[in-house]
């Protein structure tokens, strides 16, 4: 069986950083596309962050591009997100995903949820002002 575990979420004031990883366990994402997305209250899940399995392609939100970075350890199996300058904004459960298998020459990023099969239970990331 597949889990996704976030962690690293927390408070933190604006101006702040975190890092939150990802640790999958029960196969290896091999040719997947791994994501990180963020839900509000009273709000639809927002794309964050999307990595391809080389790592050698990545797309961002336009509300965090600049400020965070996504990476994953292949090795690890665990995907982190770098999160910096934060702001009261970016408050949210904050979930990472994996969409997939895709062909090794795939270069596509996908943005919406529907497309990622796997989902971790979110971690909150709490930005005070």
């Known amino acids: 069986q597949v889990h996704l575990v976030e962690s690293g979420g927390g408070l933190v004031q604006a101006g702040g950083s975190l890092r939150l990883s990802c640790a999958a366990s029960?196969?290896?994402?091999?040719?997947?596309?791994q994501g990180w997305f963020r839900q509000a209250p009273g709000k639809d899940r927002e794309f964050v962050a999307a990595l391809n399995w080389r790592g050698d392609r990545t797309d961002y939100g336009d509300s965090v591009k600049g400020r965070f970075t996504i990476s994953r350890d292949n090795a690890e199996n665990t995907l982190y997100l770098q999160m910096n300058s934060l702001k009261p904004e970016d408050t949210a459960e904050y979930f990472c995903?994996?969409?997939?298998?895709?062909?090794?020459?795939?270069?596509?990023?996908?943005?919406?949820?529907?497309?990622?099969?796997?989902w971790g239970q979110g971690t909150q990331v709490t930005v005070s002002s």
């Open positions: 029960g196969r290896t994402f091999t040719n997947y596309v």
């Open positions: 995903a994996a969409a997939g298998p895709y062909p090794y020459a795939y270069a596509g990023l996908p943005r919406t949820p529907p497309s990622y099969a796997y």
